[in-house]
């Protein structure tokens, strides 16, 4: 018997304030703090039972309950050639179904059955035999659950030294079916997170609408009652299928009781059978789930007709999205400052992005084969993932147009020209090149020179680098001035023979300072200093 109503304590105190006291009923619901339907309710079942004040004596509270709350019985006992459980799945796990719908289609086979109100009462009272947790209604290819077992298996990590590891079960079921995956993986770390809902949805071989996942860091990055932050991965992965991710609330089971079901099923239906197993890596534990899994998804319900799989196959396999066409590629994402080279540092190697983002902050996306790098959420940049630590990937076109300029050059194109005017000019070039580490950092003085041979001439500027090189003077500045003075006309300084390195300093040269001059100056600063 039910026992929803008011307490007899308080039924004997309303009837004795309505009937003796002559109370309305509204003051009778203030004085006993109940609403004025439930009084109304309980004077209308005491004059059905045909109760009078005062109440007799031996009439106790088990009695007056039995009179006043009698069950009544039922007008007509629940047909069973109405296939019920059928009602209830098409109902709860098909989209736009109703009761109405479901009689009509019963009326077609069944020309003399039931009225609607009583198909509608029938229904109601048969799903009261049903557990609380197969009352949920889940649609056909829309919730897929999400999550981790508590329990881990043994694996072999090392043969070598025998070190043993804990691999981690993963687990997924769909909502309407309760068809389930699992797999085990070495990590929950967000590579093997993101790997296995890959290999889930292949398995399914079909995406829903929905993924329900716990509040794992993996998934997501900052658990919110109302807007939880989903990891920058995760959320990309969930694009790339069409998918959207919500979590479950924190501390609420009931959002993923579906899980939470498969995970008890997975531990005690697949790795209980496989505890006194011995595995010596990770595709041998996940190749001796897969029959199990199988096993599990085959086995028959015990309140409802058919099995996991039978009921993929009918609800959740033809509402499933279709798979992409290409499986999804794995990527993290990053933020990252810009410096004044206007190139992003990531693992150690160094990628161009267009000048103007210089001294901003940007995000990364990046794959084993790509980066893609973005501003505001538009992307700005793209290259090929590059692993060699201290080289820069740039593009002439993120560069300032005076940088363009310079980068169109390199060692092979001014040292043809140089050849054009001569070799003493070509070996001019080499010498300067080869003496900074980069030879880059030489090209605005080789292109100084080679633009001479305009102004002066090419045999002015072949002269005057036969002087160059004889007297050391491996720069622009030097080129230039003897070209100014007219040196590159004047027999050679003796005492160093052409095209060799100069191996000592000459003790007077038109260039050069002398000791004398360092002496008097010294002697002049002494006179000034004593002024």
Same mark, same amino acid.
């Given at each position: 018997?039910?026992?929803?109503?008011?307490?007899? !304590?308080?039924? /004997?105190?309303?009837?004795?304030?309505?009937?003796?006291?002559?109370?309305?009923?509204?003051?009778?619901?203030?004085?006993?703090?109940?609403?004025?339907?439930?009084?109304?309710?309980?004077?209308? /079942?005491?004059?059905? #039972?045909?109760?009078?004040?005062?109440?007799?004596?031996?009439? =106790?509270? #088990?009695?007056?309950?039995?009179?006043?709350?009698?069950?009544?019985?039922?007008?007509?006992?629940?047909?069973? =050639?109405?296939?019920?459980?059928?009602?209830?799945?098409?109902?709860? !796990?098909?989209?736009?179904?109703?009761?109405?719908?479901?009689? *009509?289609?019963?009326?077609?086979?069944?020309?003399?059955?039931?009225?609607?109100?009583?198909?509608?009462?029938?229904?109601?009272?048969?799903?009261?035999?049903?557990?609380?947790?197969?009352?949920?209604?889940?649609? %056909?290819?829309?919730?897929?659950?999400? =999550?981790? %077992?508590?329990?881990?298996?043994?694996?072999?990590?090392?043969?070598?030294?025998?070190?043993?590891?804990?691999?981690?079960?993963?687990?997924?079921?769909?909502?309407?079916?309760?068809?389930?995956?699992?797999? %085990?993986?070495?990590?929950?770390?967000?590579?093997?997170?993101?790997?296995?809902?890959?290999?889930?949805?292949?398995?399914?071989?079909?995406?829903?609408?929905?993924?329900?996942?716990?509040?794992?860091?993996?998934?997501?990055?900052?658990?919110?009652?109302?807007?939880?932050?989903?990891?920058?991965?995760?959320?990309?992965?969930?694009?790339?299928?069409?998918?959207?991710?919500?979590?479950?609330?924190?501390?609420?089971?009931?959002?993923?009781?579906?899980?939470?079901?498969?995970?008890?099923?997975?531990? !005690?239906?697949?790795?209980?059978?496989?505890?006194?197993?011995?595995?010596?890596?990770?595709?041998?534990?996940?190749?001796?789930?897969?029959?199990?899994?199988?096993?599990?998804?085959?086995?028959?319900?015990?309140?409802?007709?058919?099995?996991?799989?039978?009921?993929?196959?009918?609800?959740?396999?033809?509402?499933?999205?279709?798979?992409?066409?290409?499986?999804?590629?794995?990527?993290?994402?990053?933020?990252?400052?810009?410096?004044?080279?206007?190139?992003? @540092?990531?693992?150690?190697?160094?990628?161009?992005?267009?000048?103007?983002?210089?001294?901003?902050?940007?995000?990364?996306? &990046?794959?084993?084969?790509?980066?893609?790098?973005?501003?505001? *959420?538009?992307?700005?940049?793209?290259?090929? /993932?590059?692993?060699?630590?201290?080289?820069?990937?740039?593009?002439?076109?993120?560069?300032?147009?005076?940088?363009?300029?310079?980068?169109?050059?390199?060692?092979?194109?001014?040292?043809?020209?140089?050849?054009?005017?001569?070799?003493?000019?070509?070996?001019?070039?080499?010498?300067?090149?080869?003496?900074?580490? *980069?030879?880059?950092?030489?090209?605005?003085?080789?292109?100084?020179?080679?633009?001479?041979?305009?102004?002066?001439?090419?045999? /002015?500027?072949?002269?005057?680098?036969?002087?160059?090189?004889?007297?050391?003077?491996?720069? &622009?500045?030097?080129?230039?001035?003897?070209?100014?003075?007219?040196?590159?006309?004047?027999?050679?300084?003796?005492?160093?023979?052409?095209?060799?390195?100069?191996?000592?300093?000459?003790?007077?040269?038109?260039?050069?300072?002398?000791?004398?001059?360092?002496?008097?100056?010294?002697?002049?600063? @002494?006179?000034?200093?004593?002024?």
């Amino acid at each position: 018997m039910s026992r929803s109503h008011l307490s007899m !304590r308080k039924i /004997r105190e309303l009837l004795r304030l309505k009937w003796a006291c002559g109370y309305g009923n509204h003051l009778i619901a203030q004085s006993l703090n109940i609403s004025s339907s439930t009084v109304s309710d309980c004077l209308h /079942r005491a004059q059905k #039972a045909a109760l009078t004040w005062p109440l007799p004596d031996e009439l =106790d509270d #088990a009695q007056l309950e039995a009179r006043l709350y009698a069950r009544l019985p039922q007008s007509q006992d629940i047909p069973e =050639d109405i296939q019920w459980p059928h009602i209830h799945q098409e109902l709860s !796990r098909r989209k736009h179904v109703t009761l109405m719908l479901l009689w *009509h289609e019963y009326k077609q086979h069944h020309p003399q059955g039931i009225s609607y109100s009583q198909f509608c009462a029938c229904y109601r009272r048969w799903k009261t035999h049903l557990e609380v947790w197969m009352r949920q209604t889940y649609t %056909a290819g829309e919730k897929l659950f999400v =999550d981790y %077992a508590g329990q881990t298996m043994p694996v072999l990590a090392d043969i070598h030294t025998g070190e043993v590891a804990e691999a981690q079960i993963f687990v997924g079921v769909l909502g309407a079916s309760n068809f389930t995956y699992t797999e %085990a993986t070495w990590t929950q770390t967000l590579p093997d997170w993101i790997h296995s809902h890959v290999r889930m949805f292949q398995f399914f071989n079909g995406v829903p609408a929905l993924l329900i996942p716990d509040n794992l860091k993996s998934g997501i990055h900052k658990a919110h009652l109302y807007e939880p932050d989903i990891n920058p991965t995760y959320q990309d992965m969930a694009q790339y299928y069409g998918v959207a991710v919500v979590p479950a609330r924190v501390v609420s089971p009931r959002d993923k009781a579906k899980v939470e079901n498969g995970v008890l099923q997975v531990e !005690r239906l697949i790795l209980a059978k496989l505890r006194h197993r011995t595995f010596l890596s990770l595709p041998e534990l996940n190749q001796a789930m897969r029959p199990l899994l199988d096993e599990l998804n085959q086995r028959p319900f015990q309140k409802l007709p058919g099995s996991r799989y039978s009921q993929f196959l009918a609800l959740d396999q033809p509402a499933l999205n279709p798979l992409p066409t290409t499986p999804y590629v794995y990527a993290e994402w990053k933020k990252v400052g810009v410096g004044l080279d206007y190139h992003i @540092k990531l693992d150690e190697h160094y990628y161009s992005v267009p000048f103007t983002m210089a001294k901003k902050t940007l995000t990364v996306r &990046y794959t084993q084969q790509t980066v893609e790098i973005f501003y505001n *959420h538009q992307r700005i940049a793209s290259h090929p /993932r590059s692993f060699v630590k201290g080289a820069c990937t740039t593009l002439s076109v993120h560069m300032p147009k005076h940088h363009q300029h310079q980068a169109e050059w390199t060692p092979e194109r001014l040292l043809r020209w140089a050849e054009k005017i001569g070799p003493l000019t070509t070996q001019l070039l080499e010498k300067i090149m080869s003496s900074r580490r *980069h030879p880059q950092q030489t090209f605005r003085s080789c292109i100084g020179i080679l633009r001479l041979g305009k102004r002066y001439g090419n045999d /002015r500027l072949e002269a005057a680098c036969r002087r160059a090189l004889h007297i050391g003077g491996h720069s &622009y500045k030097s080129v230039e001035s003897i070209l100014k003075n007219g040196l590159d006309s004047q027999a050679l300084p003796t005492g160093s023979p052409l095209n060799t390195e100069v191996s000592r300093i000459p003790a007077a040269h038109e260039y050069i300072r002398g000791q004398d001059y360092f002496n008097s100056t010294h002697d002049q600063d @002494k006179e000034n200093s004593s002024c």
